[in-house]
């Protein structure tokens, strides 16, 4: 991979991480495009790294709380009480499904999923079901009322982000959204439900790189640092969109790229 082209999927991670649009597929679609071949699910993981610290950074302030208010309650039951003690636990399990998932499908993921045509019908068929939730969305929930089952069920639907075409965020904010949540409500705890699987599989990742079917160190760690300065200033904007937009353009979109991915192959101009 040379210079040029991390630069170019580095700024496509960080556009697109946060989105309802699939980072994972942007990156695997704009390389085929490019005919760069696959730049593969260890580089995918590790760029990611840059977009969670981007999190890390953002929401700072909160992420202290909650690891203040964790620790505290590992010292004593006495502790174990409020908000944060709550949504670190409930971070905890819900981070659960996507870990065990990841291990026991680690082969697919790496492989088979990665297909372009199975991205373009992911991209359009969760597109539908994402719009439909989202059209119907009045939630109008906060985290403060977070209960375990909900937990459980955002960290599902964070699973599904295994397939590139999903998108883990497009995933975790609809669940978000059919559990009655508010729509900022549901992105800033997917954005954080994210961080442990994430950091967990980009770490885990980290010593393929510079490997015979891995970039190299220089690319690879060029397209992370970019992603995180992109990755961050996307937060902020898709945050405030979010207070009073909807979905639809995000889906619209998703199903016209999946259908010119699906012509781009049937075609020829692009193969994988």
Do not use: C
Request: hydrophobic fraction near 55%.
């Amino acid at each position: 991979m040379s210079f040029f082209e991390s630069i170019v999927l580095g700024v496509v991670q960080g556009l697109t991480e946060f989105l309802p649009i699939s980072s994972n597929a942007h990156m695997r679609i704009t390389a085929a495009l490019f005919g760069w071949g696959d730049p593969g699910a260890a580089f995918s993981a590790v760029t990611q790294i840059g977009t969670e610290i981007a999190v890390l950074l953002y929401f700072r302030k909160d992420i202290l709380h909650i690891v203040k208010a964790f620790l505290k309650g590992l010292a004593g039951r006495a502790h174990r009480q409020g908000n944060d003690w709550r949504l670190a636990i409930f971070i905890i399990i819900g981070s659960l499904p996507i870990a065990v998932l990841g291990i026991a499908l680690k082969d697919p993921i790496e492989n088979q999923f990665r297909s372009l045509k199975i991205i373009a019908l992911s991209l359009i068929f969760f597109a539908v079901i994402i719009g439909l939730i989202d059209r119907r969305a009045k939630g109008t929930r906060e985290l403060t009322s977070l209960t375990l089952s909900d937990s459980i069920k955002f960290g599902l639907a964070q699973s599904l982000a295994l397939i590139p075409g999903v998108s883990r965020s497009g995933g975790t904010i609809a669940a978000g959204l059919a559990l009655g949540y508010s729509r900022v409500a549901a992105a800033r705890y997917s954005f954080l439900l994210a961080i442990p699987a994430v950091l967990g599989s980009g770490g885990l990742e980290l010593r393929k790189i510079g490997g015979a079917d891995s970039p190299a160190w220089g690319p690879t760690f060029l397209a992370t640092i970019i992603a995180f300065g992109v990755g961050y200033l996307v937060i902020a904007w898709f945050l405030k969109f979010l207070t009073t937009h909807t979905f639809r353009g995000f889906m619209v979109y998703r199903v016209t790229l999946g259908l010119a991915v699906l012509t781009a192959l049937g075609t020829g101009v692009i193969s994988g």
